[in-house]
């Protein structure tokens, strides 16, 4: 199982981004019962939850980020998104895709987003 995240890049403060991630090489079925979320890894600090999709499609938000982000799934196409409004320069990190399904645990390898102010 592969994730590939991509959409990062540089916005200023109050911008938005999407980013998206493609769970290739996952079995259709698979992808559907996962749960897929999204994590971010600040410089210096703990990588953190910031939004997860179960595979009913309940979410499940970071209180940062509630009201701003929103977490979608395409099944059809096996991919997750991410959009990302009225950013700050707090969310500036590393976001990491991410999958589990069953006891397996799937990273991808991050996309970096800047917030400038």
């Known amino acids: 199982v592969q994730l590939q995240a991509s959409g990062g890049g540089l916005v200023q403060a109050g911008g938005s981004l999407r980013l998206s991630c493609t769970a290739s090489?996952?079995?259709?079925?698979?992808?559907?019962?996962?749960?897929m979320g999204w994590y971010r890894q600040a410089p210096g600090k703990e990588r953190e939850l910031v939004a997860v999709m179960f595979d009913r499609g309940t979410t499940n938000y970071a209180d940062s980020v509630k009201g701003r982000f929103t977490i979608s799934k395409d099944n059809a196409k096996k991919k997750v998104y991410l959009q990302m409004n009225n950013l700050e320069p707090e969310d500036t990190a590393v976001y990491f895709c991410n999958a589990q399904y069953d006891t397996s645990n799937y990273w991808g390898q991050g996309t970096l987003v800047t917030v400038s102010s």
């Open positions: 090489r996952m079995i259709l079925s698979t992808f559907w019962r996962s749960t």
